[in-house]
């Protein structure tokens, strides 16, 4: 079957569902109701939703929980959490509940520097070069006047920006890296912006430098574009109590727990085949509110990960230490988050989600986010060194396995009594449900 298609982006939202119904469903009618099932009765909601991207034909919805209890610096939050994993938001509840009687959170913006790059190249003498940057550096400044005008008035704006000679790894490569604060906002529009001006006035500038030979002139800008990796846009988030004080039912003997706790922080911080997994579990915290908030997931996924890896290898995010008696668990990763622009004055859930968080402030965001982050990682690491993760695991996706088997309430209650005292697993709960059926 040849299921290409010419002018599809200019097809009508109704004939394009037609397509995709005939061409991949076998009963394209019941294809149809499913697509049509997921839209939102209020036309205005469907519309906006319709408009976010292109060739759209239905929502496509994610459980948004809640996550209570987060002492985070003195102060109750209240978080809201957008994923489909079962456990999570519970994990992170049942984190926040555990530390808020011990201190609760603490949490800090280190800095929030965010980077951008024009890249390009130059065919010439460095030292020429050096000299017609210097010469012409202002001119970046005034000449996005207009763009940094807003920014400048909310505290923000261009921090720096360098050349940078990169000719040992690529041949006439060299890189404008600039520098900027965005406060509130996430800042890739304005970041994006400048950038492109920086790439306009560098090669409007170059054509009539004197000291410049005609091949020297002739600069040219490959891209400019923002960094998604902001190693100096950090939040730290720590949580830390008297090792005696991490005692609770399933924690009997606290000092081999926090030894084993620590243990397991020191294997990811070494091997990357378990920091990676690690680190899934901190992200599951993470991106759960980063969704939440309207901002970039994969922004900050791919941020994080370079991150976790700048000294050259994958390691772990978090670091964990027993330090006379105390028991100390912290994080420090980078964010580029905002609170202002983008989707958090569109889509409504973002605005209630904000509203919950009792509308933070770009910083506050990050502290949030990050303290999720953490309580997550605490959440399966102390599973994983006690119980194992199946068993809180599996409690919460029997729900997952009971839906798909369209069980009854009478057949719930039955199945649910059943695994209070057996374990659960994906095998064993299809068996007793065929079983019931029987
Ligand atoms: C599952 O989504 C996340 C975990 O694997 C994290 C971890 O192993 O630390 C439980």
Redesign the pocket.
Known sequence: MNNSIAGFSKFTKEEKINWIANEYFTNPQEAIAIIKQYWNSNEAVQKLHDEFIENTISNFYLPMGIAPNFLVNGKYYTIPMVIE?S??VAAAAKSAKFWSTRGGFKATVLSSEKIGQVHFIYKGEFEKLEIFFKTIKTKFYSETESITKNMQKRGGGILDIELRNKTTELENYYQLHATFETKDSMGANFINSCLEQFAKTLVEEAQSFEPFSEEEKGIQVVMSILSNYVPNCIVRAEVSCKVEELAEKKIENPDEFAAKFVQAVKI?EIEPY?AV??N???M?GIDAVVLASGNDFRAVEAGVHAYASRKGKYSSLSHAKIENGIFTFWMEIPLALGTVGGLTSLHPLVKMALEILGKPSAHELMQLVAVTGLA??FA??R??TTTG?QEG?MKMHINNILNQFQTSDEERVIIKKHFENNTISHAAVVAFIENLRK
């Open positions: 994993e456990s999570v990811a378990r997994t690690h899934k579990g901190i599951n997550q990682n399966a690491l599973s994983l993760i695991h």
